[in-house]
């Protein structure tokens, strides 16, 4: 029997290639896309690209303006820092309070309702240690809240949060992909691109993805379209 | 120095009392209110007035569309129970999954946000065992979570969810906010109202209303409107 799982796929390369890792282990993906009150919209129709790409059995967008509280330079004025070298020990201003809580609080409530006690979101501790809930100890803290969150959870199902990149950098994650087929030219990295979605090459994301390709001696399709 | 409290408003009377015995401790009111796609509107209504009655700070209404996942009779086409006596050990279908952890987590975003450590959520384990998110346990595992989850958590801030109704019953409750002088004829609590706003007395949450202000022999103002 084939088993559901619920995906956090947010058009970026990680995402992207996490759901792909749960698809080649045989899960059926639902797709959920959260609109959070970032700045531009590109992510959301590489969203709608890669889950298409990915052939999900269902893709909910799902809008939840976290820029109704700010705190982020993602979802208020405040500018995305560029042009820096990446300090993997500071919380660089684009962290989301409290984003990846409420993104896998809206999967479980999602998988409860499909049957799926399987939770999949691209989070890679190595790459950028700087976001707190994107660590081990806390996708280990949400999996045991989940149980004792739910209906399902006081029936027995013990939900997992599969996060496959955990121990994966940038280059590790692109070599996967690369080896799983995946067409990376369909997702969006830059947290500031162009008026027409173009990436700006000049902050954080850019920079982490381009120093992955590099790293991998791969070259970037997004960068040739 | 006065502290806030982000504190999860629903316009119903237990969040109302759970917000005034913060205020009573000296908490200064952040509410947050959520509609998740519930059937009816007058929830809202109430807690705007709620919401003026304890002369918040800051009262931000965000839409989180629940109903897109489905799964529960306040978020779908699935009729509310009715008429029944209330069994206090199963999960009845007004559960919405994982609501408390999306709102919980909502919470913990703005609470980040505005620098408050303390979280008020109005649940109570007694009057309706039934909705695994208003355990105890659940509220210990997700402050466990938000200190691991947030920048500020990882800088030492412990966050608080406070849960004072856990050990009351509904007349408890109310009798508790007569003490503090609330009006609760401002609240609502009918999950299915007529299309004018008012309650139906007979669901689950209007007859938990109901025997409570029996039980404390108190007259429901919101009945002599």
Request: glycine residues 8%; aromatic residues 8%.
């Given at each position: 029997?084939?088993?559901?799982?619920v995906?956090l796929?947010?058009?970026?390369?990680?995402?992207?290639?996490?759901?792909?890792?749960?698809?080649?282990?045989?899960?059926?993906?639902?797709?959920?896309?959260?609109?959070?009150?970032?700045?531009?919209?590109?992510?959301?129709?590489?969203?709608?690209?890669?889950?298409?790409?990915?052939?999900?059995a269902?893709?909910?967008?799902?809008?939840?303006?976290?820029?109704?509280?700010?705190?982020?330079?993602?979802?208020?004025?405040?500018?995305v820092?560029?042009?820096?070298?990446?300090?993997?020990?500071?919380?660089?201003?684009?962290?989301?309070p409290?984003?990846?809580?409420?993104?896998?609080?809206?999967?479980?409530?999602?998988?409860?309702?499909?049957?799926?006690?399987?939770?999949?979101?691209?989070?890679?501790?190595?790459?950028?240690?700087?976001?707190?809930?994107?660590?081990?100890?806390?996708?280990?803290?949400?999996?045991?809240?989940?149980?004792?969150?739910t209906?399902?959870?006081?029936?027995?199902?013990?939900?997992?949060?599969?996060?496959?990149?955990q121990?994966?950098?940038?280059?590790?994650?692109?070599?996967k992909?690369v080896?799983?087929?995946?067409?990376?030219?369909?997702?969006?990295s830059?947290?500031?691109?162009?008026?027409r979605?173009?990436?700006?090459?000049?902050?954080?994301?850019?920079t982490?993805?381009?120093?992955?390709?590099?790293?991998?001696?791969?070259?970037?399709?997004?960068?040739a379209?």
């Amino acid at each position: 029997m084939v088993s559901d799982a619920v995906v956090l796929l947010s058009g970026g390369l990680d995402s992207y290639t996490a759901a792909a890792m749960a698809r080649a282990e045989g899960f059926r993906l639902c797709a959920l896309t959260i609109r959070y009150g970032q700045r531009h919209s590109r992510e959301i129709e590489a969203a709608r690209a890669v889950a298409a790409w990915l052939g999900v059995a269902r893709h909910i967008e799902l809008d939840v303006n976290l820029a109704a509280f700010g705190g982020s330079s993602l979802t208020s004025e405040t500018p995305v820092p560029k042009d820096r070298p990446i300090d993997p020990t500071e919380i660089p201003s684009t962290y989301v309070p409290a984003r990846n809580t409420v993104f896998l609080a809206l999967a479980l409530g999602w998988a409860e309702v499909v049957g799926a006690s399987d939770i999949v979101i691209g989070v890679n501790a190595l790459d950028y240690s700087g976001y707190p809930d994107c660590r081990p100890e806390f996708i280990a803290a949400f999996e045991h809240l989940a149980s004792l969150a739910t209906a399902k959870g006081v029936q027995g199902t013990r939900f997992r949060v599969h996060a496959p990149l955990q121990a994966l950098n940038k280059a590790d994650i692109i070599r996967k992909g690369v080896e799983l087929g995946l067409d990376y030219g369909l997702t969006h990295s830059c947290y500031d691109p162009d008026p027409r979605g173009r990436p700006c090459h000049r902050c954080d994301s850019c920079t982490l993805r381009a120093a992955g390709f590099a790293q991998a001696d791969i070259p970037d399709p997004a960068m040739a379209r």
